[in-house]
């Protein structure tokens, strides 16, 4: 390829060429973008375009002012550029597919901010397509290297060749040389007549120089030669050679001892890179052997065998046949003859051992006293023997104590635990009493109507020791568990029972509501209760008008007011008005959110009529 900027008209050809290869198909080192598809992402029109291409090519898109360009699709509504077929219409013939980059998306102003592409690995050339280009705009693209040198700058100008109303015009930057450079390309467009700009771009190829290979290693071992094999990524036919000197077409190279080797590889343009290679012996050792002995007088022993290199390694256990498992579980305490043998037939024999341990210890002598009345006072007291070491006991996982003695607890199942040196452990779980409990639930619950401190509600007691009373908010006792006369809010019933238990249950009675009435006429010049589009309710209803918003029948928004009280607000009701002018006769969409004093809200949309 001619290392040299190629001009823009010379391009199309190519693209068209490169336009039903997939995104991201390699071929000689070059790929192609369309913006059809692009990883983990989901094509829409406004998609932000920033690093989805990064972990696959090592691309970024950003734009000059710090934002990011978006994806805008063929058709309306209008996102880059008008053409005589329509918004964002390439010319006929040309076909982009239903995607392309923008800048943001919006159509306005006589420039656009650069559009910026960063390439971690450096590449040595770049292709693209502006959409587009008429009515004095001009577009300059640079190439720069990573000290941000500008190293091949082109500018096109409408009225060149290729561009033109929707036409799709390309253009193409090539290094001379065998080394890439360029770190990043940048787009800079500008309308030099008034009017409207909008920055359009499809179709980017972009390439990297240097040798595209991957290398199979055949590592010398116990009884054969290592080789290195080399193989072309892509459609590119490369040379090799192990002296700089002779190069062939052979990519195998046999009979080799361990160490390093400087393979050098030619391209078909002449260009020489070298890769070092290791060629290892890989007589088998054991890097680690990582033994855990057994526990608690248990078969619980491990060991598990890490061989370097592994090799295809394969492992036995006392004389057991040959297998890939390399981690042995759930054994004795004892000692062990290993034996490894690889696909080479390298082998290492060595011998592990396993430790034995002692018997965790035997909770005896359990004492329980219950609490009565879940007054705290209920105690479990216990003792143990053998072990290893000195026990320590917990209670529920709690801290370890030196006694088997718990006290002040409740009434529940407990846990206690006898824990030895060794972190063996035994446990019992064991029952703390108390009377029998009392079990409240909910009866009824009447809603109090709008205003009137007429709620209910009724609680069921069952279970506790003898006859209950009821106390309401600590002010009311009773002995009925049913209470009337309520108003909405949150009370608390204690009941206790004849020997002084106690057990509590929390009501909730739910707000009272009052009928909200929205009018479906207003008749703003007719002085009147529906001279304006009021909402009504009981005078001592405290309701708050969080959303207040009138649309017309195609949506806009023509009045909006928020967080008012429904009463006393007669200055800020919709009378009929927009932009202090009256609005025509029609229908119109309200959409009211309201909050009454418990903070519970609501939504209310439908239609008013304005008359005049």
Partial sequence: MNKAMLPHTMLLFAFLLFANLCLGQVENGCIFLDFEFIPNTTIASGTP???QYESSFGLSFS?????VPILAQVGAPIEAFGSQWGSDVPAPGVDIGQFFITDDGVLQGLASSPLILDFSVPIDTFEGCILDIDFGEEFTIEALNAAGDILLSETIVAGDEGTGDGALTCWGFNLPGCMPAITRIRFSGVRTVPGEFGLGMDNFRFCYTGAHIEFEIEAFSCNKFGQISAFSTTLEVYEFSLNNIQFSTENVFKNLTPGMYEIFVRDSDGCVESRIVEIEDINPI??????????????NGAMEIIVTPNNGAQISLNNQPLSDNSMFENLAAGTYQINIEDENGCMLDTVLVINPSFGPPEITDVIIRDDFCQNGEGSIEVASSGGNGVVQFNINGGSLLSNGLFEFLTEGEYTIMAIDEDGCANEIVVNVD???????????????????????FAISATGGNGEFTYILDSLLTQISPVFEDITSGTYNIVVKDSEGCEEQITIEVPCSTCDIYFPNVIAPDISGPNDRFQIFTARDYNVTVKLYNIYDRWGNLVYSAEDFPIHDSDDIWWTGYFDNVKVVLGVYTYMVILEDSCGDQTLHARDVMVIW
């Fill in 49 to 51: 375009i920033s690093d």
């Fill in 63 to 67: 734009l000059g002012n710090g934002n």
């Fill in 286 to 299: 054991i890097s680690s052997a990582e033994v855990q002995h057994t526990n608690c007088d248990e078969d």
């Fill in 434 to 456: 108390v009377g029998q409990e009392i079990t409240l639930a909910r009866n009824y619950i009447v809603s109090p109507d709008c205003l009137d401190p007429n709620g209910a």
